[in-house]
């Protein structure tokens, strides 16, 4: 589900980006399984921070990123650096329906994507399809107790508005990441707030 307007404050915003570059990024590239990913798709790219992240802390030859709206699309065009052209592309592309080839990347990014989406268990078969065996899922998710604030049509949705089919506990989405064929391998946990890990594709 595209951003509102709140929401499009709080991402494409320096505080956004340095969060994401400091602290979100490293913490993932400490809990990754594997040497190397040289191949990787990020869903939900919003202005095109986190695949600058991926070329440079996880060390990717080339990202795919995507996001499903075209504003934000232009942004990360509009934001890409030179030295990272060569690198990165990105895409318009609905994360529930990618359109991409199935075993293709050595890893997917979520960088707040799953949630938004009108129905996530559809979005972590997709990611599943396209990994590699053996390849690996990065996500940072906030958990239902925290987004149910925000479900569309709720007082705070005029900050932030989120679909009820993106809302899930940590038991349902380790779950169903399982049902889609990714083993969580690391995790970090904020309460019932907001999760922070690596599953690999078995
Ligand atoms: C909370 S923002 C996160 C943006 C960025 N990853 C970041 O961390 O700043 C969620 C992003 O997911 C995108 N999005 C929402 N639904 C989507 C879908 N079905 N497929 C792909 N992207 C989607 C939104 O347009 C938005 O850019």
Same mark, same amino acid.
């Given at each position: 589900m595209k951003l509102n307007l709140g929401e499009r404050f709080i991402v494409n915003n320096p505080l956004r980006a340095f969060i994401q570059r400091r602290i979100e990024g490293p913490m993932l590239k400490r809990m990754a399984g594997l040497e190397s990913y040289p191949l990787c798709l990020e869903i939900g790219c919003g202005g095109g921070v986190g695949a600058e992240i991926i070329v440079e802390q996880f060390g990717a030859q080339s990202v795919v990123a995507t996001d499903v709206d075209t504003e934000q699309i $232009? !942004?990360?065009?509009? /934001?890409?650096? =030179? *030295?990272f052209k060569d690198k990165i592309k990105f895409r318009i592309a609905d994360a529930m329906a990618l359109d991409e080839p199935d075993n293709k990347f050595d890893a997917v990014f979520s960088f707040g994507v799953i949630h938004h989406m009108e129905d996530w268990r559809k979005a972590i078969k997709e990611i599943s399809r396209v990994?590699? @065996?053996?390849? $690996?899922?990065?996500? $940072?998710?906030? &958990?239902? /107790?925290?987004? =149910? +604030? +925000?479900i569309k049509g709720s007082l705070f949705s005029r900050i932030a508005s989120h679909p009820e089919g993106g809302m899930f506990s940590y038991?349902? +989405? !380790? /779950?169903? &990441?399982?049902?889609?064929?990714?083993? %969580? %391998? /690391?995790? *970090?946990?904020?309460?019932? %707030?907001? %999760? +922070?890990?690596?599953?690999?594709? @078995?």
């Open positions: $232009e !942004r990360a065009k509009k /934001n890409l650096k =030179s *030295k990994l590699k @065996t053996g390849g $690996e899922l990065f996500f $940072e998710e906030p &958990l239902k /107790n925290f987004t =149910s +604030f +925000f038991d349902e +989405f !380790r /779950n169903g &990441l399982k049902d889609a064929g990714i083993d %969580i %391998i /690391n995790l *970090k946990r904020l309460g019932n %707030i907001a %999760i +922070f890990g690596v599953g690999r594709k @078995t």
